[in-house]
């Protein structure tokens, strides 16, 4: 294993490292070449380079690469964008690499408990998205009817910009396809915006290990547990999910983020009851490519991490 470094960089590394990472994730965000193809795919881990330079040097290096990135879009795009960038890409680095910095390197070797640490750190992730996405979406317009109508014009115009018609002679009205599609528009950006951390700071914190930079042992992500608690939370949310306006947009983002975080205990279970299997890179391999071309199965994995969480299906094999 590569033993982490933990001696502090020096301040102009430090300062060449925060600028480098925040240019890279302000091209990568996508908010400075909206529309380019290959952007789009590099946006869903825009803020990778802040969790390597987090991870690799220090949380605060991941906090000057989140101001330097919310600085130039400011400066080629507007505020709001800015503010985007800082609440979803570079607080987030900070507090993450931040949090992981002080728990993980109290430990001398293997965690007993960096799984459940992981899942509470999921936890209040879930539940951040979740307010800044409604908090702006109230900000973007108050009246959630209005915001809904709004959303439904841009699919309706997107949907034209194609050179698709509403109504085609011999079908049906697409009119409820639009207000379905409205609807959860919302709670997919919030759950998007989550995915899009956790990859993140997965790879960062890989990519850290790897060159040796790491100031912690990385946790193992087959260990990933949610605190007790976190089915009866997602029960509350997915009821008051079915309510209308913010209260309702604010607990579907925390039941899907949730779903998702149940998702990843699945996969866990998969990759700790696999231990010491023959083929088992050829059978983790072969199931991530499922999930990720088909998603279908996504639910069977979430079914996973909730029995996992009741009945905890990797005892005696951590």
């Known amino acids: 294993m590569v033993q982490p470094v933990t001696a502090p960089p020096?301040?102009?590394?430090?300062v060449l490292v925060g600028t480098a990472a925040g240019f890279a994730t302000a091209f990568m965000s996508g908010l400075l070449t909206p529309g380019v193809a290959p952007v789009i795919f590099l946006s869903l881990i825009a803020p990778l380079p802040l969790f390597i330079a987090g991870f690799g040097w220090h949380?605060?290096?991941a906090a000057l690469g989140g101001l330097v990135a919310a600085l130039t879009v400011n400066l080629l795009t507007?505020?709001?964008a800015s503010f985007a960038v800082v609440a979803m890409l570079g607080l987030p680095a900070f507090a993450i690499t931040f949090i992981s910095e002080r728990q993980f390197s109290r430990y001398d070797g293997r965690p007993a408990r960096d799984g459940i640490d992981l899942g509470r750190q999921m936890i209040t992730l879930v539940l951040y998205a979740a307010i800044v996405a409604t908090v702006s979406a109230m900000v973007i317009e108050p009246d959630f009817s209005l915001l809904q109508q709004r959303i439904r014009k841009s699919v309706e115009a997107a949907y034209h910009l194609v050179g698709m018609?509403?109504?085609?002679?011999?079908?049906?009205?697409?009119?409820?396809?639009?207000?379905l599609m409205a609807g959860i528009m919302l709670p997919l950006s919030g759950l998007l915006a989550m995915v899009t951390i956790v990859v993140s700071a997965t790879l960062g914190a890989m990519i850290a290990e790897r060159s040796g930079r790491i100031a912690f042992i990385r946790p193992d992500l087959y260990r990933f547990r949610l605190p007790g608690g976190a089915l009866i939370l997602i029960g509350i949310a997915f009821i008051v999910g079915m309510r209308e306006g913010y209260v309702g947009l604010l607990a579907e983002m925390v039941a899907l983020g949730l779903a998702f975080a149940f998702m990843l205990q699945g996969l866990a279970v998969v990759h700790a009851r696999t231990l010491g299997m023959e083929g088992r890179t050829l059978?983790?391999?072969?199931?991530?490519a499922v999930l990720i071309f088909f998603g279908v199965p996504a639910v069977l994995f979430i079914l996973a991490g909730m029995a996992d969480h009741l009945f905890d299906f990797r005892r005696g094999r951590l």
Do not use: E
């Open 10 to 14: 020096s301040l102009s590394q430090a």
């Open 59 to 61: 949380p605060l290096v």
């Open 78 to 80: 507007g505020a709001a």
């Open 165 to 179: 018609q509403v109504t085609v002679s011999g079908s049906k009205d697409l009119g409820p396809l639009f207000d």
């Open 283 to 288: 059978i983790l391999a072969a199931l991530w």
